[in-house]
């Protein structure tokens, strides 16, 4: 099952415009159904939205790390 932005965004506690953000940036992957613009309705596949977040993972630099 796909989920709307709205969805999204609860599952990730992020909110819902920097879920359209993403979206409107290619960040993340959607389908769109409809009219560019306002009209029409986005869908993210959950497994999109795994990866996308996975992506965006930094890691913090080991102060101790070896030189």
């Known amino acids: 099952m796909k989920l709307t932005p709205k969805q999204a965004a609860d599952q990730e506690r992020v909110s819902v415009s920097l879920i359209y953000q ?6 993340l992957p959607h389908y769109r159904f409809g ?3 306002r009209r029409g309705r986005i869908l993210i596949d959950p497994a999109d939205l795994e990866k996308f977040i996975t992506e965006c993972r930094k ?3 080991s102060l101790l790390a070896a030189e």
């Open 22 to 27: 993403w979206c409107a940036e290619g960040r």
């Open 35 to 37: 009219r560019d613009g």
């Open 59 to 61: 890691e913090r630099p």
